[in-house]
């Protein structure tokens, strides 16, 4: 069964740091795409980044320049490593991975960014 655990979130200033992990679990863990999306209060599901198994980023305009996503196939972890923070960047963050037809997401994790 495939499982998915976020880690890393909390209060933080704005222009301050955060990174957030996932681990995975139950699934080949290297040969899959692995994503982050996010949630603000009231509005939609919004993919943030993802990381190929080769390793090939993509990133939201929003946060271009100041998030890094990155993957170790050796402990089943994916990251997202989120630098000059904005309050605007609140949100819970999930963890994302499809395998075939089948989605799967994480519990989040809850960033708060404010003064």
């Known amino acids: 069964q495939v499982q998915l655990v976020e880690s890393g979130g909390g209060l933080v200033q704005p222009g301050g740091s955060l990174r957030l992990s996932c681990a995975a679990s139950g699934m080949r863990f290297s040969i899959y795409t692995m994503a982050w999306y996010r949630q603000a209060p009231g509005k939609q599901r919004e993919s943030v980044a993802s990381i190929t198994s080769g390793g090939n980023t993509n990133y939201a305009d929003s946060v271009k320049g100041r998030f890094t996503i990155s993957r170790d196939n050796a402990k089943n972890t994916v990251y997202l490593q989120m630098n000059v923070l904005k309050p605007e960047d609140t949100a819970v963050y999930y963890c994302?991975?499809?395998?075939?037809?089948?989605?799967?997401w994480g519990q989040g994790t809850q960033v708060t960014v404010s003064s």
């Open positions: 994302n991975t499809r395998l075939g037809s089948r989605t799967y």
